[in-house]
């Protein structure tokens, strides 16, 4: 991170303890405690000096045209605010505020679970980013240093917070702010610097002139203050803009002009400081997290055959040696061991795979696939399912809350509900496990080195002994015991001669005629 401004001569000390206007009520604030460990790449580090940070997501998000809260959309399968959150707390401040508003009960019960450590301001009235830090301020330690940045930008990570707390410390600034150079700038606010190019001040796209308009040094929203100079700089903002709220960024000019220190700090990586506002940015910054993500995985050692189409939520976990074939999606919590094979088009939903296993152009969710096992291609394993060591399951299978035993088959065209298969058995093409009488879910038990027949229909509840078969095609209604045959079919009939009489003329009574066969008789095969 590029420092891009000498430090300024000390200068005259802000205004002190100038109470923030009254806002909206603020949510009773208590200490954090019981902070959750820091799972970042910041660990190691001196212990930072951050006393608080405050994360603004009190916005509508109306560009998102959406009944779900931006800051809740997810990427990565988490959503936004948390990506935000998770690399805040990395920087372990004393105290964690998020602004809410728009959406508010939604946010609040969301954030409830994920970061309950989060003591949540509520800012009725959305009056702009400074009227924000005003409320989030109230009841607030009088002095110290506070982060603040938006819940929007889920791409900012904790190493570059942590290097531009850094950057902060070192310059011994009152004010910083992490800036970045953007092909883009159009809708930002841009950093204008003085002719010794230091930080001057931060005007927003709508009340910038044609030549400041050209600047590519946009503010990504990110900042570090001292609290008390903070303070004193928000008591003096104005609405007097193209938008008519308080901007935050307007105390930048405030304290410069007060002698306070302020810097901007750029980023190496402009990515990272993206903002989400519609959907069009969302797919984009999804798309980045989707390559950070697959980088991560492929430094460890797994083979991502087409990274573009693969796309792996960020709570995965995959050891070295696994390959993944494209058009593949591994969501939730979702563990797989060394050797596995997944894919191409497989989606993995909370699956546990083990060491060797093969999925194939399969979709699987909520259930374990044991080591060896063999999946697909085109199985669909719903929750509740284990599949066995060494279990296979193949082309048209569907399986619900079952348990297949270890080596046990359902090569073909099946659908298993609520069964317990042993080891070793085989059950034959289009079987159904007939576990729904309409009202009620029945259980079917199979035992060991059972041999099903195809297209058997098992009629649950049911229970089928050790070592025993089903004849082809039966219709099981009663148990089978162990090493018997169950055969519940009718009786085959052959009437002889009937297509060369009912069917005289036709391709099929020309065909039977030269293979030898008469109309004369009327005898049927197989009655008495
Ligand atoms: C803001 C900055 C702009 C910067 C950009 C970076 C200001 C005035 N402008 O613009 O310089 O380039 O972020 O992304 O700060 N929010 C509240 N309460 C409010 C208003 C906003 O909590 O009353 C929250 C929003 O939910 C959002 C964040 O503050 O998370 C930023 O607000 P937004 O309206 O997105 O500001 P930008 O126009 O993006
Ligand atoms: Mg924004």
């Given at each position: 991170m590029?420092?891009?401004?000498?430090?300024?001569?000390?200068?005259?000390?802000?205004?002190?303890?100038?109470?923030?206007?009254?806002?909206?009520?603020?949510?009773p604030?208590?200490?954090?405690?019981?902070?959750?460990?820091n799972?970042?790449?910041?660990?190691?580090?001196?212990?930072?000096?951050?006393?608080?940070?405050i994360?603004?997501?009190?916005?509508?998000?109306?560009?998102?045209?959406?009944?779900?809260?931006?800051?809740?959309?997810p990427?990565?399968?988490r959503?936004?605010?948390?990506?935000v959150?998770?690399?805040?707390?990395?920087?372990?401040?004393?105290?964690?505020?998020?602004?809410?508003?728009?959406?508010?009960e939604?946010?609040?019960?969301?954030?409830?679970?994920?970061?309950?450590?989060?003591?949540?301001?509520?800012?009725?009235?959305?009056?702009?980013?400074?009227?924000?830090?005003?409320?989030a301020?109230?009841?607030?330690?009088?002095?110290?240093?506070?982060?603040?940045?938006?819940?929007?930008?889920?791409?900012?990570?904790?190493?570059?917070?942590?290097e531009?707390?850094?950057a902060?410390?070192?310059?011994k600034?009152?004010?910083?702010?992490?800036?970045?150079?953007?092909?883009?700038?159009?809708?930002?606010?841009?950093?204008?610097?003085?002719?010794?190019?230091?930080?001057?001040?931060?005007?927003?796209?709508?009340?910038?002139?044609?030549e400041?308009?050209?600047?590519?040094?946009?503010?990504?929203?990110?900042?570090?203050?001292?609290?008390?100079?903070?303070?004193?700089?928000?008591?003096?903002?104005k609405s007097?803009?193209?938008?008519?709220?308080?901007?935050?960024?307007?105390?930048?000019?405030?304290?410069k002009?007060?002698g306070?220190?302020?810097a901007?700090?750029?980023?190496?990586?402009y990515?990272?400081?993206?903002?989400?506002?519609?959907?069009s940015?969302?797919?984009?910054?999804?798309?980045?997290?989707?390559?950070?993500?697959?980088?991560?995985h492929?430094k460890?050692?797994?083979?991502?055959?087409?990274?573009t189409?693969?796309?792996i939520?960020?709570?995965?976990?995959?050891?070295?040696?696994?390959?993944?074939?494209?058009?593949?999606s591994?969501?939730?919590?979702?563990?797989?061991?060394?050797?596995?094979?997944?894919?191409?088009?497989?989606?993995?939903?909370?699956?546990?795979?083990?060491?060797?296993?093969?999925?194939?152009?399969?979709?699987?969710?909520?259930?374990?696939?044991?080591?060896?096992?063999?999946?697909?291609p085109?199985?669909?394993?719903?929750?509740?399912?284990?599949?066995?060591?060494?279990?296979?399951?193949?082309?048209?299978?569907?399986?619900?809350?079952?348990?297949?035993?270890?080596?046990s088959?359902?090569?073909h065209?099946?659908?298993?509900?609520?069964?317990?298969?042993?080891?070793?058995?085989?059950i034959?093409?289009?079987?159904?496990f007939?576990?729904?009488?309409?009202?009620?879910?029945?259980?079917?038990?199979?035992?060991?080195?059972?041999?099903?027949?195809?297209?058997?229909?098992?009629?649950?509840?049911?229970?089928?002994?050790?070592?025993?078969?089903t004849a082809?095609?039966?219709v099981?209604?009663?148990?089978?015991?162990?090493?018997?045959?169950?055969?519940?079919r009718?009786?085959?009939?052959?009437?002889?001669g009937?297509?060369?009489?009912?069917?005289?003329?036709?391709?099929?009574?020309?065909s039977?005629?030269?293979?030898?066969?008469?109309?004369?008789?009327?005898k049927?095969?197989?009655?008495?």
């Open positions: 590029a420092e891009r401004e000498a430090k300024p001569p000390e200068g005259v000390v802000a205004e002190r303890g100038a109470r923030p206007p009254e806002g909206e009520v603020a949510a604030v208590v200490p954090l405690c019981n902070r959750p460990a799972t970042e790449a910041v660990r190691g580090r001196a212990v930072s000096q951050l006393d608080l940070a994360v603004l997501a009190a916005g509508e998000g109306t560009r998102m045209k959406s009944a779900l809260p931006k800051v809740l959309h990427i990565a399968g959503p936004i605010v948390d990506h959150l998770a690399a805040t707390t990395a920087l372990n401040a004393s105290e964690l505020r998020v602004v809410i508003g728009a959406a508010r939604q946010v609040e019960a969301h954030l409830a679970v994920t970061f309950p450590q989060a003591n949540l301001v509520v800012q009725a009235q959305r009056n702009g980013t400074g009227h924000a830090v005003q409320i301020l109230e009841n607030a330690p009088h002095l110290g240093t506070v982060l603040i940045l938006a819940g929007d930008t889920p791409l900012l990570t904790s190493v570059t917070l942590q531009f707390f850094d902060h410390i070192e310059t600034s009152d004010a910083s702010v992490l800036s970045a150079h953007v092909p883009d700038p159009f809708g930002y606010g841009r950093i204008v610097r003085g002719e010794d190019g230091a930080l001057a001040r931060i005007v927003e796209e709508r009340d910038a002139n044609e400041e308009q050209e600047i590519d040094e946009i503010n990504t929203g990110v900042y570090i203050f001292d609290i008390a100079k903070l303070r004193g700089a928000l008591a003096g903002l007097g803009n193209a938008q008519g709220e308080l901007y935050l960024t307007d105390v930048i000019e405030i304290m002009s007060a306070d220190s302020v901007a700090f750029a980023s190496n990586d990515t990272e400081t993206l903002g989400i506002n519609d959907r940015q969302l797919a984009e910054c999804a798309a980045i997290m989707r390559d950070r993500i697959n980088d991560a492929m460890n050692g797994v083979s991502i055959v087409d990274p189409t693969t796309w939520d960020s709570s995965v976990e995959i050891d070295r040696d696994v390959t993944i074939y494209p058009g593949s591994i969501f939730g919590k979702t563990r797989i061991a060394s050797g596995a094979i997944i894919g191409p088009r497989t989606s993995l939903e909370n699956v546990e795979v083990g060491v060797g296993a093969k999925i194939l152009e399969s979709r699987v969710s909520d259930s374990t696939i044991e080591s060896g096992a063999n999946v697909g085109f199985s669909f394993i719903r929750p509740g399912t284990t599949l066995a060591e060494g279990s296979k399951v193949g082309a048209y299978v569907e399986v619900k809350n079952s348990h297949v035993g270890p080596g088959k359902v090569p065209l099946s659908y298993v509900g609520d069964a317990t298969i042993g080891s070793g058995t085989n034959g093409a289009a079987t159904i007939v576990n729904y009488d309409g009202v009620e879910k029945h259980q079917t038990t199979i035992g060991n080195d059972v041999r099903i027949g195809s297209d058997t229909m098992l009629v649950a509840p049911l229970t089928v002994g050790d070592g025993a078969y082809a095609g039966s099981i209604t009663e148990d089978v015991p162990a090493g018997s045959i169950g055969v519940a009718a009786k085959q009939r052959n009437v002889l009937w297509v060369l009489r009912k069917r005289a003329g036709s391709k099929s009574a020309e039977a005629r030269k293979a030898g066969a008469t109309e004369g008789s009327t049927v095969q197989g009655e008495a």
